[in-house]
């Protein structure tokens, strides 16, 4: 993750300007779907910061606590009203709908009714009658704010027991055995919502419960309501809890859920949403807090993408659906405890990643189809079938891990932490990208319950410091780097070199044209040809092999020869030194060593060696990214030794830049410092900075040319490109 976030850091450092969506409230983002509430508790309604973040965001609240029976109303005659009054007066003074939670629930009720003054049990029509009195009196007192109630809440089984009787199987109870079913049976569901309807005929009444998507629990609830309605009972809408996690439930399963209860209800709530990141889910009072401490990237990964999954569910079901409530305005505030990471702001009441991605979600991928043309990555493994990629650039994946808890491909649609798997019945994980992919090569990388490895699918490529897995996605301009039946091809070879500067053999890739070692000429007068070098830097976290595997550097070399394009020349590739840099120090890297690599013991080794042409004005240097920084200082406190100079995604250079290089050669004989200078991005990459220098560079009396690599960002296929457009300028 932190080799990630430098490549990243240096793409930023480099070039990238940041693409903002419009600053707007969840509840703006969702008004053509569904309300967005939200629990509070006292504090939040009267704690300015907090008042505000409720305001700009949600446009619905519940009462986490202060209107259960046990809060309002603690014993006989005894009303609280203080904590409830100020939300509803919070709401009031607001504008903002309040729901009703909870009329009657088994837990945080008012146990008192159950019993008289001497604590002998009541009959059930003393209970209905304190009931009755009870629901008046709270929702006569909100009526004028609260829009709906829950008012009967979790009386449905978790997990009935079947038994056998006189060896006869008898069905598990699917009610809660409360003290409420315990005294009235399932009459007093019918009864609460019968009590509320008298007291408000027009707020809308909600059975409410957790786990509903589980479909044993499900059914249950649906038979209930579905025979309360048959008897005539009120029930408008059914809330579902939402109390979920990062493994469930399963997209499948809420949709089920939903589609199953809207053949009853017209008004669906999700009323208690939180994600955990552990494997607990539900309204039980009893669970662990704060193991997940400190939250693991890879679960941020699981409950960005489960989020993002039960939204888009939601949305599908907004005609049903008309609120959605997450349990608690924050993480400080939860009911499960800091530790488990929940909700959409953080502890600081700052959003997280994820609110991004609930807030900024595209329409348009809702209710796309992916094109069925998937065919296997061109990079695949002899054999292999996975990973896909379609004409539309998805990519798809497929991985057997029958024991796994998740799965996370690395590659994703930008800032989403990947593309999370979903396991199939077979133990089979499979997952298709949310969105095209940029064309070209990207690296990724599997986390399988936390531990990274490569996708045994496809081939292995040096970057970020390590092999990682490689996928090819098809680009319109392809052709430029295939490789060719029909045409000669050069060679590129390893060679090793001594370098006495870093105690060490060092490596690097050497490209030859095809014409390389041919003798021209007839007879005597037969000779070998000599040729110009461009001497071409990887990027951090890459090396001397990434430039021929990823880059196709002498494919693409190969291809502009035979068309003619490129005066043919060598290209030498090698190890910048580059991968101990630490983050953080980017900014203060000086490229001294490698300049003392490159220059003192490479450049000489490849004249002695090979058939160059041994001058500065028959020798190029550049580099992509990291490789451009180092191209940038070494070209300019070396402009004897290099006459062409390409920065791809490499920053650039100014026309004071170029001025101290020719100060540098003032009384040569050749003060000229470069030929041609080139600069390169993708056109995801900010290419104004690009645009900018080269148009200065010009007017200063340079010769500078800009590239722009349209639809790419900080990827091969910008340099690839870069490549092909910056070769034919060389050695001119
Ligand atoms: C929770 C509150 O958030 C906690 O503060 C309290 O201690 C227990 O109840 N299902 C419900 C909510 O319907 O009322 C519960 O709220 C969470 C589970």
Same mark, same amino acid.
């Given at each position: 993750m932190k080799k990630l976030t430098v490549r990243l850091a240096l793409a930023t450092l480099l070039l990238i300007g940041s693409n903002n969506a419009g600053a707007q409230g969840l509840k703006d983002a969702y008004k053509d779907y569904f309300s967005i509430g939200v629990a509070v508790n006292k504090r939040n309604v009267t704690t300015d910061s907090q008042m505000a973040l409720i305001k700009s965001e949600f446009n619905s609240v519940t009462a986490e606590n202060d209107m259960k029976p046990v809060s309002v109303h603690p014993a006989e005659g005894v009303w609280n009203w203080g904590a409830a009054d100020s939300i509803a007066n919070y709401c009031r003074e607001n504008g903002i709908k309040l729901r009703g939670h909870c009329l009657c629930w088994h837990s945080q009720f008012s146990d008192w009714m159950f019993t008289d003054k001497k604590g002998r049990p009541v009959k059930k029509e003393v209970f209905y009658q304190r009931l009755r009195e009870h629901i008046h009196t709270v929702v006569n007192r909100y009526k004028d704010i609260v829009y709906c109630w829950d008012v009967v809440n979790e009386a449905i089984e978790d997990n009935p027991r079947p038994s056998f009787v006189d060896g006869k199987f008898v069905p598990g109870n699917p009610y809660r055995e409360s003290r409420h079913w315990k005294l009235c049976g399932d009459e007093f569901i019918a009864k609460a919502f019968e009590f509320a309807h008298e007291a408000d005929p027009n707020a809308l009444l909600f059975y409410n419960d957790y786990n509903g998507c589980e479909p044993g629990k499900r059914d249950r609830i649906y038979n209930m309501v579905k025979k309360m309605q048959e008897q005539g009972v009120p029930i408008h809408g059914i809330g579902?809890? /939402? @109390? =979920? %996690?990062? =493994? /469930?439930?399963s997209e499948e399963d809420i949709d089920a859920a939903i589609t199953k209860y809207s053949e009853l209800v017209k008004h669906i709530h999700v009323t208690e949403l939180d994600i955990r990141t552990n494997t607990e889910m539900g309204g039980q009072l009893r669970f662990s807090r704060g193991e997940a401490k400190p939250l693991a990237p890879y679960l941020q990964t699981l409950q960005d993408d489960q989020y993002n999954r039960i939204f888009r569910v939601f949305r599908k079901h907004r005609d049903v659906i008309d609120c959605v409530t997450f349990w608690n305005l924050s993480d400080r505030d939860s009911w499960l405890g800091v530790n488990n990471h929940p909700l959409p702001f953080d502890e600081q009441y700052k959003p997280k990643k994820v609110y991004n991605i609930i807030r900024d979600f595209n329409p348009a991928l809702d209710n796309y189809t992916v094109k069925e043309d998937f065919r296997p990555n061109?990079? %695949?493994?002899?054999?292999?079938?996975?990973p896909q990629v379609n004409s539309e650039g998805y990519a798809r994946f497929r991985i057997v891990a029958p024991d796994a808890k998740s799965v996370i491909v690395s590659? /994703?649609?930008?800032?989403?932490?990947g593309t999370v798997l979903r396991k199939d019945k077979d133990g089979v994980w499979t997952g298709t990208t949310e969105g095209p992919m940029d064309p070209g090569f990207h690296y990724y990388h599997l986390t399988i319950d936390g531990a990274v490895v490569n996708d045994p699918g496809t081939h292995n490529y040096f970057g970020s410091c390590r092999w990682e897995s490689g996928i090819e996605i098809p680009a319109p301009d392809e052709d430029f780097y295939q490789c060719r039946m029909d045409i000669a091809h050069g060679t590129i070879s390893e060679v090793l070199f001594p370098s006495p500067s870093t105690g060490d053999m060092q490596r690097a890739m050497v490209y030859l044209p095809p014409t390389y070692g041919k003798l021209t000429g007839k007879g005597v007068k037969a000779k070998q040809e000599r040729f110009p070098v461009l001497y071409l830097q990887h990027g951090w976290g890459e090396n001397e092999t990434s430039w021929s595997k990823q880059g196709h550097a002498g494919l693409i070399m190969d291809n502009l020869i035979a068309e003619g394009k490129v005066k043919p020349f060598i290209i030498v590739m090698a190890y910048g030194l580059t991968n101990n840099v630490k983050f953080g120090t980017i900014g203060s890297f000086t490229a001294k060593e490698f300049e003392t690599m490159l220059v003192e013991e490479l450049v000489p080794f490849i004249d002695k060696n090979f058939l160059t042409k041994a001058d500065k004005w028959n020798r190029a240097m550049a580099g992509l990214s990291m490789g451009g920084i180092e191209t940038k200082l070494i070209t300019l406190r070396r402009p004897e030794v290099f006459g062409y100079w390409g920065l791809l995604s490499g920053g650039t250079y100014m026309p004071e830049d170029i001025r101290s290089a020719e100060g540098r050669l003032q009384g040569k004989k050749d003060p000229k410092a470069a030929k041609v200078i080139f600069e390169s991005c993708g056109s995801k990459e900010g290419p104004d900075r690009i645009r900018q220098s080269v148009d200065a560079l010009k007017t200063a009396g340079y010769n500078a040319h800009g590239y722009i690599s349209e639809g790419?960002? @900080?990827?091969f296929l910008t340099w690839r490109r870069s490549l092909r457009e910056m070769a034919p300028m060389l050695f001119k």
């Open positions: 579902m809890q /939402g @109390h =979920y %996690n990062i =493994y /469930g439930p061109v990079m %695949n493994q002899p054999g292999q079938e996975y590659l /994703g649609l930008g800032g989403r932490g790419t960002a @900080h990827e």
